[in-house]
């Protein structure tokens, strides 16, 4: 099998095998693309910025804006996760939801997958609360923590290889650059989306051994 038919093996095995990376993947870049749009057809783009950012109108709607949260508004908690603000932020959680979904893939079930995705992401929204009223957050960040910290907890519990400790490093990297690369970065959302991903391995082992239990009794 040469070059060319080994990449194209490999993107067929992706859209085919890995669905819980696939089918968010696609939902953020298909989210993204409408919003963008919509965002081109208001006619208020007078730079580059505005031409790759979603306009702080439809941010206000659909990101997490606390004060509307405060008012009822709490599908924002879940349709924020869904939602970046400009191109490079999508882009670049893309690119990390590549690299720590697909490993988060080989230890969770598809439904567990989705659970810590959503869960952390969640989690994440209810800190950015410390951030005031008037703020307004976006993006699949915290979510993605929470499956690299997902990961990490059943990677340790199964191996403690080389390979572990260079997962950690990777992770460790990640989250520097995502934490501190940008002066406007939601720091309290990051920490709490890996520590929450950290704890569910915990409570998918207790429930397993508490059927395991009831099975045998």
């Known amino acids: 099998m040469n070059n ?18 696939r089918n968010i993947l696609v939902l953020l870049l298909l989210i993204h693309l409408i919003l963008w749009i919509i965002t081109l057809t208001q006619g208020n783009i007078v730079s580059f910025r505005d031409a790759i950012s979603i306009s702080d109108d439809i941010l206000v709607v659909v990101g997490q804006f606390n004060l509307l949260v405060f008012q009822g508004h709490v599908y924002q908690l879940i349709t924020s996760i ?23 893939e080989e230890r969770l079930l598809s439904w567990q997958y989705y659970f810590v995705f959503i869960i952390s992401g969640l989690m994440g929204g209810i800190l950015s609360f410390v951030y005031g009223p008037i703020s307004i957050s976006a993006g699949a960040s915290g979510a993605i923590f ?33 934490s501190f690369g940008s002066p406007n970065v939601n720091l309290f959302a990051h920490a709490i989306g890996l520590v929450t991903g950290a704890i569910i391995p915990f409570i ?3 429930r397993r051994q508490t059927n395991d239990i009831e099975t045998s009794a």
């Open 82 to 104: 869904f939602v970046h603000v400009d191109l490079l932020h999508l882009l670049s959680n893309c690119l990390f939801l590549l690299v720590f979904g697909l490993k988060a």
């Open 146 to 178: 929470g499956l690299l910290g997902a990961d990490l907890i059943l990677m340790y519990q199964h191996e403690r290889t080389k390979s572990f400790w260079g997962y950690v490093a990777s992770g460790v990297i990640f989250f520097l650059i995502m």
């Open 4 to 21: 060319k038919e080994e990449d194209s093996f490999s993107m067929s095995s992706f859209w085919k095998t890995n669905l819980p990376t």
């Open 204 to 206: 998918f082992k207790k």
